[in-house]
């Protein structure tokens, strides 16, 4: 049963839609971006690919808690996720995008491990993120009255 707040009114379907959009294009972005720039080393460190996966979890995790829901959160996620799927594939030449080197797997899982992160830890409707609250989910402890 969904609570209804006096004189709020709902978003139209169109709305939530062209916002979940607006969202996901960070992430598309980011996955473009982060697809040609994760292998910048430094020494031995992939320090651009660990940029791309921070960057990727203030994305989801901030659009997250800006609309507190976690579909807000996987908006950019599924955005960088698919342009990554995209650079995955083998071209004709032969070339990839993201080539199986070391920036390569820290980028791609990495990434996958930062939008799960992100995604978990936004907060759900509810209010609060259900992975950190400090209270079960079952029946309530009776505790006696202090008086």
């Not at 980011?30 to 430094?42: E, K, T």
């Not at 807000?72 to 599924?78: E, I, S």
């Not at 030449?93 to 070391?102: H, K, N, Q, S």
């Amino acid at each position: 049963m969904t609570e209804q707040v006096p004189g709020v009114e709902r978003p139209s379907a169109a709305l939530t839609a062209v916002t979940y959009a607006v969202l996901a294009v960070p992430g598309l972005v980011s996955g473009v971006l982060g697809g040609f720039h994760h292998s910048w080393y430094l020494r031995p460190v992939p320090v651009s690919a660990i940029g791309w996966i921070a960057l990727l979890f203030g994305l989801c995790y901030g659009a997250g808690r800006m609309l507190r829901g976690k579909p807000a959160a996987l908006a950019p996620a599924v955005g960088w996720i698919l342009v990554t799927m995209l650079w995955l594939s083998q071209r004709p030449e032969g070339d990839l995008i993201v080539a199986d080197d070391l920036s390569g797997y820290v980028y791609l899982y990495g990434g996958m491990l930062a939008v799960m992160a992100g995604v978990l830890l936004a907060p759900s409707k509810g209010g609060g993120s259900w992975l950190l609250a400090q209270h079960s989910y079952g029946r309530a402890p009776v505790r006696p009255d202090p008086s």
